[in-house]
């Protein structure tokens, strides 16, 4: 079955304690983006990858890092966690077109929570 | 800044009723828009999409949209709504560079 996966689900850490939200998926494809959704406020991209080794930073990428080393995989590393990344993320992931761009599949979230 | 307004943040039907959702972006250039759909308590899906050609592009479960390159907008519409619309609605604008940019979402209630 053709998914993104996010691991983990639910988190619940502490300021400052360093953090990695892994996301893979099993379609090939090169382009993969995370995003937080917040209320109010939609979602917002903080890095996205077009391919192995090339990373770019989103509308909000301060106090968040990424890696691309394998094409299917794309984590997120919070390296100090701060109250205001309290939020709801997710990791896509799509197909890149010559003619057409394709759509962007969707993990199903990790919710976390900085206290 | 580039950015996607969608003004009704919480809309209410009831079964039958016809739905518009308004979506307006801020680009001049060519851009490719979206929408999403995230149905409680689970991921997001891609409702449809417009690229080129036909700017009413037709989607799933009856949906459609109309790009107006004029207006600046792509506003998604159907003529019947179910209960089961209950979602959250999602606009989303590409400008060609891979950066999506996301409206902050309208949330629409069906009542039965």
């Known amino acids: 079955e053709a998914q993104v996966t996010q691991n983990p689900r639910y988190l619940i850490t502490v300021t400052g304690k360093k953090l990695t939200v892994t996301c893979s998926q099993n379609?090939?494809?090169?382009?993969m983006s995370w995003y937080r959704q917040d209320p109010g406020l939609g979602l917002r991209q903080i890095y996205y990858?077009?391919?192995?080794?090339?990373?770019d930073k989103g509308d909000v990428p301060e106090g968040y890092k990424v890696s691309r080393k394998e094409k299917r995989n794309f984590p997120l590393i919070l390296e100090s966690p701060s109250p205001n990344q309290t939020s709801l993320y997710f990791c896509?992931?799509?197909?890149?077109?010559?003619?057409?761009?394709?759509?962007?599949?969707f993990g199903p979230g990790t919710r976390l929570t900085v206290l | 800044a580039q950015s996607v307004s969608q003004h009704n943040h919480h809309v209410i039907l009831s079964e039958a009723a016809s739905l518009e959702l308004g979506c307006n972006y801020s680009?001049?250039?060519?851009?490719?828009l979206f929408w999403y759909v995230q149905y409680p308590g689970q991921h997001l899906q891609l409702l449809l999409k417009?690229?080129?050609?036909?700017?009413l592009v037709k989607g799933i479960k009856g949906f459609e949209a109309e790009f107006i390159k004029s207006k600046f907008s792509f506003n998604l519409r159907k003529p019947s709504v179910q209960w089961s619309d209950t979602a959250e609605y999602f606009c989303?604008?590409?400008?060609?560079?891979?950066?999506?940019?996301f409206g902050t979402g309208t949330r629409l209630k069906v009542l039965a």
């Open positions: 896509a992931s799509s197909a890149v077109g010559v003619s057409s761009y394709n759509e962007q599949f």
């Open positions: 379609m090939n494809h090169e382009y």
């Open positions: 990858s077009m391919n192995v080794e090339v990373t």
């Open positions: 680009y001049g250039g060519t851009v490719n």
């Open positions: 417009y690229f080129s050609g036909d700017p």
């Open positions: 989303a604008v590409d400008p060609g560079t891979y950066k999506y940019i």
